[in-house]
Every structure is written in C-alpha cells, then in structure tokens.
C-alpha cells in the first residue's frame, strides 16, 4: 500500500535494539539481514546493537534476527516520524561520573549492562554536561565486511604523549600561518610575497605574451622544506607540470609546481608502513574583483586555507619529533589544489608507477587536513569527512577526542561525494583518506564567506580552535602509529579487492514534490557493467538503468551520472514510500557485486 507522507500515516522510524545474551552478533550474520531487509546499523557494543528501521520493514527484521540469533530480544526504544529523523538526535554518555541524568534529558536505555546510557537530547543541551565521554549516535554505520567494527575505548595513558599535549599552546601554530601569509622571500630578506598562488613559480612557459610570474609559491614551498629539514626529517620536492588552456585561446601557459615531501622513519617492526599527514599549501583569492587580471600581484593571504592545516602538519612534526614511533610518517604540502587537486592527483598517479619510493599498500591511512584555522560561532566545531574504506580512522579521531577529553565538538561526516580536498584523489585509488575540517558543506555560511578571497587573513585565525586541532592531530597520529595499536583493520585486505564502494544515495528522503531528484555516487575499482533498478515493496521494478562497461557509469573511479526525477516510463510520479535501489557491478573478469539501499521518496 503505497504510503502518503505529511498525515497520520506518515511512515515511522524506529530505534530498535537487539540484546543477545553472548558474543554471537557477527558482522556476517548482521550483512545477510541486511541483503533481505532495509535497516540502518547505528552502534554495536558487546552485546546489543541498536539499528533504525521502518515499519514496513519491522516485522521482518524481527522474524530474521529472532531465526539468526537464539535467545536474542528486540526492543523498540524509540519511534519518530521518518521526516523528523534528521532532527533528532541521541547521544550515548558514558554516565560514571554522573549517576543521574534524567532531569537533564530524556533518557532512552541503557547499554553495555548500564555502563553507558542512551538519551534522544538537543546538541545543546548534551554539550555541556560533565560526562566521561559523549558520542552523537551516527546516522549509519556500515556492516560487514565493508567496515571496521566501532573501537571501543582503551584507557592505557600514554605518559610522554600526555605531557606533550598539555604544553601545546596556540602560538607556534599561529606563527606559522602567520609567516606563510606574509611569505618572506627566503633569498632577498625585507621582501614579502603576500600570496602563494600555484602559477606564481620560477619555471614557468607563458604561451600567451603575457610577462613570467615572479615565484612566490616556489618561495612558500622552500621555506617548508627548510622548516621540515631544520626538524631533522629527510625532504624531497616532487615536481609536476600543468599547463592551463583556454576555449578559443589555446593554450595559455605551462607551470612546474612542487610538492614538499618529508619522512620520518619508524622505529618499529612496522616502519615499512606510512600514515600520510598532508595539507596544500597553494592559496588562492578568485573572490576578490580583478583576480583573473592581476593574480601576479594581487595578495592572497589563504590564512584558513590552507596555511592552517600546513601548520598543523609542521607542528605535529615538531611535537613528536623525540617520540619513538613504530610506523613512518611521511609529511606532504601539496601545491595545486585550489586549481583543482593538482598537487595531490599528481602524487596519486606517481605512487602507483614503478619509480614511486613508497607504493600504494604501505600507505596505511592519510589524515588531509584543510581549512582548519577558523571557527565563527564558537562552537570549536571540526568536522572529519570520510569514505567507507576510512571509517576506522574518523572513529581513531573520536576514541582520541574521547580518550584525551578535548573540548572539541567533533563531527564526523561519511560522505564519499566531499571531494572537494586532496583526500579524494586517495579515495579513487582505495588507500583510506579522512579530511579535517572548520566545515564540510558549502551550504553553512560559517567559512564560505572569506574563503578564496582577500578576507582570508589573520583576523579569521581562532586560537582556541587551532590548539585543539594541533592537539587532536599529535594524539590521533601518535596513536595510530604507535607499537600495538588496535586501530588498524585486520580486514584491510579484503576491502581493497572489494569492486564496489562508497555508494551513496542523496538527499535521502527525496522530495519529489520541491522538484528534488535522486542521485547515486559509487565507486568501481575496476571498469564494470553497471545495472540499477528501483523496486517497491512488493518487489516490482520501478525504475531501471544500465551503464555499459568502461564508460559514463561504468569506470573505475568514482561514478557519479545517475539522476532519478521520481517519473516512471509514462511520465508519472511514483507514490510516496520506502524504496529498494539495488545497485550491481559486473567486471570484465567475472567478478559482480551487488549492493541494496532503501530510499525514502517523501510527495
Ligand atoms: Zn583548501
């Protein structure tokens, strides 16, 4: 019956938490479920997990876990209408330190045999309650095999860690950015460049008759290199050419821009494995009036972005530099990016040649961090954007700013379609990449004013924020590469054969009646036939599309051509109700893949 939205019969969402009384509630059984019927896993502990689900799909979900499971209980805790989900928001708090919490907020259950509660609360009415630890139940987290279990928290203090931590101050980071804002000419002293535009470069071909640009990037990039160096780490330049054409024109001109590259070995039996910590160092100001003429001199301060995030990378290699760690780092400043990814592409591209000093597998997980200096409502707010392949390491950032109780509201974001940084070109080739960020949409209006133009200055550096970002990026790094850490998946390997990854299915609900359509992100790792079809609940299909092997649709990389305007065939809007998208890859090889998510279509 197809279900009208907006009334009483609105469709329902249910918080549903499953008990099993052992350890018997395996990733694999959980995946088979969720192949027959739509649910949305959003915590697993011990022994219980807590998953969304319809109530058209309730009943089902029910009979299967009771078959699957012996001895297991479903509990409703929790019913909303599925249009206000996105309102509603549940914390789990771990409550030892404050044994009652109910005339704060509206507790929901009680979890992990009572250690840790449930509660459906306001953000701000959870942020400042003096609990141990608080998590902002996620929307969804994937099952199975494509994912990493949550990590539970581990509390082993890492003395000489917490120590650093509570030097760090704000200072040095500003410092930093305060340099490269001003961009010193490193070889004629009392000159400044003021911008690090990646065309201003010392090898440059104008194709056009327009004059050579000086080389303030080239300066930006040698000053890093030396302040890398002067910190005892090996330095390299990795060199690529971009030439920008024009329609009509031709080309304009050829540019040779470098990427700063410093190691630091491990010292343990891992040292062979690398955690990149990369941030771009190029700035840009295409906002402000005359750009196009006059990028040669006009200034470009790029304060935020992304002179904060290098500053990030360049102190948490000051911090750790006497630690002993077991896996490598390796430091990278990207030039390019604000020409779309330059820098970063170009890297990608060179790791999987046979020249490249460090191949794609020993790069376990690299933490890109751009945009990291500014924080306009106080809130202290970083958001940690992430793919399915690196959903372990946005939890390693929040068992961090758990474990180390910083006052950070962290915000963790699956969404594999951001890929507007230099984590992305790591994503197309399947190495883990999370993006740190002051934002993660273009919507909010907290960054998007200043960014990419002349306003991007000192006065847009928040200290506050840039002392916990320094301080969440020593710790997380210093834990991840750390000797015995329990962060890294064991399933890594299974993962990167998978053919199939990062699907999303956005805005979900769709609503058909504002003129919203349907789009489908995913990513192949190898050229595939790709088939797509929309069945409703009785198993009809509603809607299909085949992409052909290798082309728009179907190659490797991230696709994204699918759009749905909710029409069938004849022209016809489809009823409003919660749908089935089954997505199958099929490879040249013989390998196939096949995924199902449920969409809610809102009229
Ligand atoms: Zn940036």
Redesign the pocket.
């Known amino acids: 019956m197809p279900t009208a939205f907006g009334n009483a019969n609105e469709p329902i969402q249910h918080l549903v938490k499953v008990f099993v009384p052992s350890l018997s509630i395996t990733e694999q059984k959980l995946w088979q479920i969720q192949q027959r019927v739509p649910f949305k896993l959003r915590y697993r502990s011990i022994d219980s997990v807590l998953v969304s689900v319809t109530t058209t799909a309730l009943p089902q979900f029910t009979a299967l876990i009771r078959q699957e499971f012996a001895r297991s209980t479903t509990t409703i805790l929790d019913s909303q209408p599925l249009s206000k989900m996105s309102d509603v928001n549940y914390y789990v708090l771990d409550t030892s330190l404050l044994p009652d919490l109910s005339e704060h907020t509206n507790l929901v259950d009680t979890l992990d045999s009572g250690r840790v509660v449930l509660v459906r609360a306001n953000d701000s009415d959870v942020i400042g309650l003096p609990v141990h630890f608080r998590a902002k139940l996620p929307p969804e987290i994937l099952v199975g095999a494509r994912a990493p279990r949550l990590i539970k928290l581990t509390f082993q203090p890492n003395i000489e860690l917490e120590q650093i931590i509570a030097n760090i101050s704000p200072q040095p980071w500003r410092q930093i950015i305060q340099t490269m804002t001003l961009n010193p000419d490193v070889s004629t002293p009392g000159y400044q460049f003021l911008s690090r535009y990646a065309l201003r470069v010392r090898r440059a071909i104008q194709h056009d008759g327009q004059p050579e640009p000086d080389s303030a990037c080239d300066n930006s990039g040698e000053w890093i290199a030396k302040q890398f160096q002067k910190l005892g780490l090996v330095v390299g330049m990795d060199s690529f050419q971009h030439t920008r054409s024009q329609i009509g024109a031709g080309k304009i001109g050829t540019y040779t821009m470098n990427n700063i590259v410093a190691t630091r070995p491990g010292r343990g039996p891992n040292r062979d494995q690398f955690y990149l910590l990369v941030a771009?160092y190029d700035s840009i100001s295409s906002k402000t009036k005359g750009w196009q003429q006059q990028w040669r001199t006009m200034p470009a301060p790029?304060a935020s972005?992304?002179a904060s995030?290098v500053a990030i990378l360049l102190e948490v290699a000051r911090l750790v530099r006497n630690l002993d760690l077991d896996y490598s780092i390796r430091f990278i400043a990207f030039s390019g990016?604000?020409l779309f990814l330059y820098g970063s592409k170009h890297y990608c591209h060179q790791i999987k040649s046979e020249t490249a000093d460090l191949s794609a597998d020993q790069i376990i997980g690299v933490l890109n961090f751009?945009?990291i200096g500014h924080d306009q409502d106080g809130n202290l707010d970083i958001h940690v954007v992430y793919d399915e392949r690196s959903q372990w390491l946005a939890n390693a950032f929040k068992t961090v700013n758990q474990k180390y109780e910083f006052p950070l509201d962290l915000r963790l974001q699956y969404n594999p379609s951001f890929i507007y940084?230099d984590h992305s070109p790591f994503w197309e080739i399947g190495i883990p990449a999370v993006l740190l960020s002051e934002e993660s949409s273009f919507e909010s209006t907290e960054s998007i004013e200043y960014?990419h133009s002349q306003a991007d200055n000192m006065d847009k550096i928040t200290d506050s924020l840039g002392e916990l970002a320094v301080k969440l990026a020593v710790a997380t790094t210093v834990e991840l590469a750390a000797n015995n850490n329990s962060y890294v998946p064991k399933a890594r390997e299974k993962e990167i054969s998978k053919l199939l990854w990062n699907v999303i299915l956005f805005p979900n609900p769709v609503n058909l009646d504002q003129g919203e359509s349907l789009s489908l992100d995913y990513f192949l790792s190898e050229q595939s036939k790709v088939e797509i079809n929309l069945y409703n609940n009785n198993g009809w299909s509603i809607h299909n599309q085949t992409y052909r092997i290798g082309k728009i649709g179907g190659k490797k990389g991230r696709n994204s051509a699918f759009r749905w305007n909710g029409k069938m065939g004849n022209g016809q809007l489809v009823a409003g109700g919660v749908y089935t998208l089954q997505l199958t890859a099929l490879a040249r090889s013989g390998t196939s893949e096949t995924t199902y998510l449920p969409v809610a279509l809102v009229r």
């Open positions: 771009h790029g972005d992304n995030g990016e604000e751009d945009l940084s960014i």
